[in-house]
């Protein structure tokens, strides 16, 4: 089978940084025990190896119970799509060592949010319910409302003639536009910050620039990585003629019916390890 990269691969600066930090983190710090609230980054795979070198991920709807549950000087790792701004006092009264991962264009977004809710502004965050990301921002003011992506608002609660209207890193830069539209349609004067962040959306873009002579064609990335199945939503609704798969690793490809594939083009999440999309490579080139 003929099978093309499709660039870019491999972690995103965000992720990458992640990683660094909860395993210098790690180093920094021998023999405590080492804490990451959440999925350090959404990929099962980099959790795993996290966990097998002693660091261990911390899960559970009540995120303040769980750093509670941590005992002074314990080290506790923020994950890269941010956390509830409450945590970092509950942590610290607490007398944890802190990391904090948080991807600086994460981080941007959160510092805007602060500066217009502190000006008196509305924001309506356009984000997943239930996402990490979006959770943080919810948690900042009660004046962020949430546009879910299923094209859902109360408009009633936006009383600000020209709120500013912000989103997730991670979301299907298509879908968003519409949703732009749409609150433009009812708020005229709403203040527009695209925050799609660039490694989310030149991937995005490189899924439509695929030839559309593949018949084959594999996302690789974790089932709760939002980007990654943004890739999986973009490539499934443009390549109607081609088999469109969201895989997390060689095991999963090996499950697919490959019968009379000749031509396959894979895409992957900015947090997929690239040794796993090579794997998966060299197999298919073996096809
Ligand atoms: S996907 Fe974007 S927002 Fe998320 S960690 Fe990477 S660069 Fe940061």
New binding site residues.
Partial sequence: MEVELVQPQGY????LN?IRLAYKAKEENPGKNIFVLGML?HNKTVINELTSNGIITLEGEDEAKLVSSLSKGDVLVFS??GHDPKLDELADNKGLIIYNAT????QNNINKIYAETEAGHQIIYIGQKGHRETNAALTISKNVSLYDTKLLINYQEITDKSPLVINQ??LNFLSLKDIHDDIKRHIPEARISNEI????RKRQEAVLSINPDVDLIIIVGDKKSS?SQKLYEIASSHYRNSDVYMVSDLEDVKKLNLENKRKAAISSG??SPLYIVEQIRDYLLTK
Avoid at 103 to 106: E, T
Avoid at 197 to 200: L, V
């Fill in positions: 995103c600066a965000g992720v992640a980054v890269a799509h991807c600086p264009k994460v890193t991670t962040c660039s490694a989310t980007n900015a947090s």
